[in-house]
């Protein structure tokens, strides 16, 4: 497996320098790049598949144990106020709940039914997606998921970082991140992880695209929930409309902050 292998480029670790660390860590994160570009199909068909989920209603299950469950219930989480949404349109489910966000809970990623029955319990449906992530490709909690979303006749995608591996193959659809091993033996928070925060954004910023949650380059369903943000929408509103900065800052309060409606009340 190769996240598990050792990288001979780092066999010597334990006597570098921090410089030396830097600069190692830095080269080996170029095989990260590589990767993603390879895998741009397979990444485009997830996106058009959580687009249309969300289209329609459903909702996008990312499930994930450890380092693959808290980069997913990060890009969950900022997905809300990024682009307006309520927060059960993007779900992260991780092994060990809630805690296991903050801490490590090792031994809940081989619970197979504890995923089974958190998706139950949310109502699965085949309006739904399951996105299972495992950088090892073999992790039951995620891969049971996989198998019971498919006997409901939801869309899967599995994404590992080892090739030939259960959750890509059972998965209707597969990415491969084939990061290879690590400087520090097994420790996938590195390039693995760094992949997996990779595909993750493009799948969940383009499925939001394709539902025209974005006007140019601009996220104008963004929560305006304090004063950077604030800033930001009235940036916004002038850049996409004539108005001066004062004249977007009062169209925006009297839209309640929402950049679509000030815009509305500005148009001539």
């Not at 497996?1 to 830097?22: C, F, H, I, Q, W």
């Not at 595909?199 to 025209?212: E, W, Y």
């Not at 604030?230 to 996409?240: G, H, P, S, Y």
Request: proline share 4%; with cysteine.
């Amino acid at each position: 497996m190769g996240t598990e292998s050792r990288n001979p480029r780092s066999y010597g670790l334990d006597k570098m320098n921090a410089r030396e660390v830097v600069r190692l860590m830095n080269e080996e994160e170029h095989t990260v790049f590589r990767v993603m570009t390879s895998a741009e199909e397979a990444i485009a068909v997830a996106i058009e598949h959580a687009a249309k989920a969300f289209r329609e209603g459903g909702r996008i299950f990312y499930i994930g144990s450890g380092t693959s469950g808290r980069i997913a219930t990060a890009d969950a989480a900022e997905m809300p106020p990024t682009f307006g949404i309520d927060p059960e349109h993007f779900v992260a489910v991780v092994s060990g709940g809630a805690v296991a966000t903050s801490q490590a809970v090792e031994d809940a990623e081989d619970d197979p039914a504890a995923s089974i029955q958190a998706l139950n319990l949310m109502g699965l449906n085949p309006k739904d997606i399951v996105i299972g992530i495992a950088a090892s490709g073999t992790t039951p909690f995620v891969l049971s998921a996989i198998k019971h979303a498919r006997q409901k006749g939801v869309w899967t995608c599995g994404i590992a970082n080892n090739k030939s591996t259960p959750v890509l193959a059972e998965a209707e659809h597969a990415i491969l991140l084939d990061t290879g091993p690590e400087i520090l033996t097994g420790s996938t928070r590195l390039k693995a992880g760094t992949a997996q925060k990779m595909c993750l954004n493009r799948i969940s910023t383009g499925a939001m695209v394709l539902n025209a949650k974005v006007i140019e380059n601009l996220m104008v369903d963004v929560k305006a929930k304090n004063i950077k943000l604030r800033d930001r929408c009235v940036r916004i509103v002038c850049e996409l409309s004539t108005a001066t900065r004062d004249e977007a800052e009062e169209a925006l309060e009297a839209s309640d902050w929402s950049i679509r409606h000030a815009l509305d009340r500005l148009r001539p």
